[in-house]
DNA sequence: GCCCAGGTGGGTA
DNA sequence: TACCCACATGGG
């Protein structure tokens, strides 16, 4: 089978199990962006703790988080692990969104794709995969977002190793699917809802997970 | 107490 | 280029 049809095939058979997703977890681009970097390599409960810190300090805006020493950004974030780190790089996104976006992340979309991605990615602690969940659900531009789950799944499933380059993978769903920003949304909504349910990084779990019968090749 | 979570950048050979 | 490491909290 193409890859398109089989990507499509796994969609269908998230999307039917769980229904739709309503994904990014945030109410605004801001949010997202913010949430973005909160979450790398941290749980995303705990990144929600933080976000409601910035929202109960009454900042959750571009000028009023610059306007914070780093310090008390630090402090509002430590739910989120690496605090101190995430304060410098929140920072850095907040400097770059103010000065290139004028606070608002949505405005991305006003450039093509790859160089909106190109200077997201000159940001000091925003990598590829920050970058493409800013680009996607902050700025609704189809840029599919590659995380720790999509690899696991891929690699489960046999359709690529676990350690392919990020952009590799990028290409792989970019190159079969048409460059469809609620597509991309909701199909990479749909992998994390799966890969924290049923995808553990031990115990594969595939009994009950909904690709549990997808393709030929599965745990 | 131990393992894990929606990464990224810097250092070393 | 290819590893190896620091960064940190909170839940299961």
Redesign the pocket.
């Known amino acids: 089978m193409k890859r398109g049809p089989l990507l499509m095939r796994m969609f269908e058979a998230m999307s039917g199990a769980l229904g739709p997703s309503g994904?990014?977890?945030a109410k605004t681009p801001f949010e997202t962006a913010v949430?973005?970097v909160l979450?790398?390599?941290?749980?995303?409960?705990?990144a929600a703790?933080a976000m409601g810190n910035i929202e109960r300090a009454g900042v959750m805006d571009c000028a009023a988080l610059l306007a914070l020493t780093p310090e008390a950004l630090?402090e509002l974030i430590?739910?989120?692990?690496?605090?101190?780190?995430?304060?410098a790089?929140l920072r850095a996104l907040l400097e770059f969104v103010d000065a290139a976006c004028g606070g608002d992340p949505a405005a991305l979309a006003a450039w093509p794709l790859e160089t909106a991605r190109e200077r997201l990615?000159t940001?000091?602690?925003?990598?590829?995969?920050?970058?493409d969940?800013i680009l996607l659900?902050a700025a609704g531009l189809p840029s599919f977002?590659i995380?720790?789950?999509t690899r696991?799944i891929l690699s489960r499933h046999g359709l690529a190793p676990a350690d392919a380059p990020?952009d590799e993978l990028r290409d792989f769903f970019m190159d079969a699917l048409p460059p469809d920003a609620p597509l991309y949304n909701e199909m990479?909504?749909l992998i994390?809802r799966v890969?924290?349910a049923y995808c553990?990084?031990?115990s594969p779990a595939c009994r009950e997970c909904p690709l549990e019968t997808f393709g030929d090749i599965h745990l």
Not at 78 to 87: D, H, Q, V
């Open positions: 994904w990014w977890p949430g973005a979450a790398q390599n941290t749980n995303w409960g705990n703790k630090a430590r739910p989120a692990g690496y605090f101190r780190l995430k304060a790089r990615l940001v000091r602690g925003v990598g590829p995969e920050t970058a969940s659900y977002v995380d720790a789950y696991r990020y990479h909504a994390v890969g924290s553990k990084t031990k």
